[in-house]
T-cell receptor, first 110, second 112 residues
Framework: KNEVEQSPQNLTAQEGEFITINCSYSVGISALHWLQQHPGGGIVSLFM???GKKKHGRLIATINIQEKHSSLHITASHPRDSAVYICAVTRETSGSRLTFGEGTQLTVNP | NAGVTQTPKFQVLKTGQSMTLQCAQD?????MSWYRQDPGMGLRLIHY???????DQGEVPNGYNVSRSTTEDFPLRLLSAAPSQTSVYFC???????????FGSGTRLTVV
């Protein structure tokens, strides 16, 4: 079993819909990261969380440390949000090393 | 622009050839790392460094070497390329794992 699990693996939505991507982890962490990767493109860091909630534009990330679960929400989704969203954690015992989920492929149709 | 610069963006190698993927950052980040990304497997750590002169192995180090002679540069060497090393490679850096990561734009490597 992977230490970081994401769901769903694939998600198709209509423009304007509210989207949720989930991430569960099974190890102690010092931080959780949400990353975005566009087709053929590089990887961009969206959020880094150690507790609570963060918001940037239409993106919201939450984390529940007790339940070892994080969610990434996209409000009023747009076709330009189509990308792979990757959850990664920095484990308590491994310094700055990242452990990644397999990613969620999001497609937003107009 | 500040960030992580990876070169080359694309490379085709023949089996047995060697090459070096370059990674440089200008943000004075102590932590640098190399990952490979393969379909269905997510990103996997190859090697990492917590500072100049210090390197360590990640999950999939076999067939790769690294060195960190300066804070800025962290090259990845393929000693004798194999088709199994066909992948997309990303370099990333961070001041510390608590302050977020900056990724390079990736190198798409094909070994034939």
């Amino acid at each position: 079993k992977n230490e970081v699990e994401q769901s769903p693996q694939n998600l198709t939505a209509q423009e304007g819909e509210f989207i949720t991507i989930n991430c569960s982890y099974s190890v102690g962490i010092s931080a959780l990261h949400w990353l975005q990767q566009h087709p053929g493109g590089g990887i961009v860091s969206l959020f880094m969380l150690s507790s609570g909630k963060k918001k940037h534009g239409r993106l919201i990330a939450t984390i529940n440390i007790q339940e070892k679960h994080s969610s990434l929400h996209i409000t009023a989704s747009h076709p330009r949000d189509s990308a792979v969203y990757i959850c990664a954690v920095t484990r308590e015992t491994s310094g700055s090393r990242l452990t990644f989920g397999e990613g969620t492929q999001l497609t937003v149709n107009p | 622009n500040a960030g992580v610069t990876q070169t080359p963006k694309f490379q085709v190698l023949k089996t047995g050839q060697s090459m070096t993927l370059q990674c440089a950052q200008d943000m004075n980040h102590e932590y640098m790392s190399w990952y490979r990304q393969d379909p269905g497997m997510g990103l996997r750590l190859i090697h990492y460094s917590v500072g100049a002169g210090i390197t360590d192995q990640g999950e999939v180090p076999n067939g790769y070497n690294v060195s960190r002679s300066t804070t800025e540069d962290f090259p990845l060497r393929l000693l004798s390329a194999a088709p199994s090393q066909t992948s997309v490679y990303f370099c990333a850096s961070s001041y510390s794992g608590q302050l977020g990561y900056t990724f390079g734009s990736g190198t798409r490597l094909t070994v034939v």
